[in-house]
């Protein structure tokens, strides 16, 4: 059986939802990610920054764009070394200016990814996908890549159906 990596990032806190700013004690990206692992199994690897992003959703936001603009590669907690022991990757984020938040790219550059079949998944409030599809192509050389997934952040803790029939279809 193929081994499976879900590397993702997720904001808890204050977070856009239905149109109101609420806050959230888990990550809309973070549930999606445990649906994942509980549906095709693997192992969860979550990116976590250096800088904390500002706890109030409209600083964070402007942190973000500021960050896309420059393609800034924030400094992370801890990073995996290798992906060398898995077949399948999920790279899941919320969808930050139409594409993941810049910390997942800083994860994303440091691997190798020949060999590598690579899905993308990204919760938001109506961008769908974004960019995150031609990013991923962009920076996973060597890979090839599922369909990929958005979810709808607000419906995130209701889809866990669709999530986990989607999974099963990639691997």
């Not at 192992?43 to 109030?56: G, H, N, P, Q, W």
């Not at 984020?93 to 990814?113: N, S």
Request: hydrophobic share 40%.
């Amino acid at each position: 059986m193929a081994k499976n990596l879900i590397i993702y990032y997720s904001r808890t806190g204050e977070n856009y939802v239905n149109g109101s700013v609420k806050t959230l004690a888990k990550g809309n990206t973070e549930t999606v990610a445990e649906f994942i692992q509980k549906a095709v199994g693997g192992d969860l690897f979550r990116v976590e920054t250096v800088k904390e992003y500002a706890a109030d959703y409209y600083a964070c936001i402007d942190e973000a764009k500021d960050e896309l603009r420059q393609q800034a590669r924030p400094e992370l907690k801890a990073e995996l070394g290798s992906i060398d022991e898995y077949e399948n990757i999920f790279v899941c984020g919320p969808c930050w200016w139409g594409t993941f938040p810049m910390a997942v790219f800083t994860q994303l550059e440091k691997l190798d990814w020949a060999g590598k079949k690579v899905m993308a998944v990204m919760t938001h409030e109506g961008s769908g996908l974004g960019s995150c599809e031609r990013d991923l192509k962009r920076i996973c050389e060597g890979a090839s890549f599922g369909k990929g997934l958005a979810v709808h952040g607000a419906d995130a803790a209701k889809s866990e159906k669709t999530v986990a029939d989607w999974a099963r279809a990639q691997v």
